[in-house]
């Protein structure tokens, strides 16, 4: 996607981006998400709803949410903390990776999609809980090396680089950034580390905003 942080003069001021993770019954809010695509030249990186969002439903691994402008859908990701992982981090029990991300053609050039991506932590300690219980330590994504404008827009969200980068055969090398998951404060001396929770998906928080 292309999230720059300029804002056109076509959006009006004040307007709020919010993250939704979806649950089975959010019928018309599913259908509004396999309507959305990125742009055409962006299709090759990031595949559209259509595609993601039943391997999601199919994976309990998986968490698929809504990027919402107020009410209106205008873009999707989905949050997996399957065995991907293992191959960008040294601790996949403790990250979860941010994968299927995209807006709209028509979101882009406003900064929802920053706007988005620095909300995506929140909703991973929402979805899953502290890392002391099992949750997520980590959001973990990959950006292709020559997408200069994305890595701007995930680091203006608070992503930092690891110095590392996915190489698949036949593919462009991936940069890997990681953004910390917002953990609870200790309550004391008498705070006890859990064993790992489940990495199956939960039940659906309500809508995070910005």
Do not use: C, I, K
């Not at 076509?10 to 396999?34: F, M, N």
């Not at 055409?40 to 993601?52: F, N």
């Not at 995506?120 to 020559?146: E, F, H, K, M, N």
């Not at 890997?176 to 001396?189: D, E, K």
Request: charged share 20%; aromatic share 4%.
């Amino acid at each position: 996607m292309d999230p720059t942080t300029r804002r056109r003069r076509d959006d009006p001021p004040g307007r709020r981006v919010r993250l939704r993770a979806l649950a089975p019954d959010d019928v018309a809010l599913r259908a509004a998400l396999v309507r959305l695509e990125p742009a055409p030249h962006q299709l090759g990186a990031s595949a559209s709803a259509r595609q993601t969002l039943p391997a999601a439903d199919a994976d309990p691994r998986r968490a698929p949410f809504a990027v919402l402008l107020d009410e209106e859908p205008v873009g999707f990701g989905v949050l997996d903390r399957g065995d991907l992982l293992a191959q960008v981090v040294d601790e996949p029990e403790r990250a979860v990776l941010l994968r299927g991300f995209y807006l709209a053609a028509s979101a882009q050039g406003r900064g929802h999609g920053r706007a988005a991506a620095a909300e995506v932590p929140r909703l991973a300690a929402a979805l899953w809980g502290p890392a002391a219980r099992g949750g997520p330590a980590l959001v973990v994504l990959t950006v292709a090396a020559s997408n200069a404008v994305a890595l701007r827009a995930y680091t203006a969200a608070g992503y930092v680089g690891t110095g590392v980068q996915q190489r698949v055969e036949g593919q462009e090398p991936q940069h890997v950034l990681v953004a910390a998951v917002p953990q609870p404060r200790s309550t004391g001396s008498g705070a006890r580390r859990g064993g790992p929770a489940p990495a199956s998906r939960p039940g659906p928080p309500p809508a995070l905003h910005r």
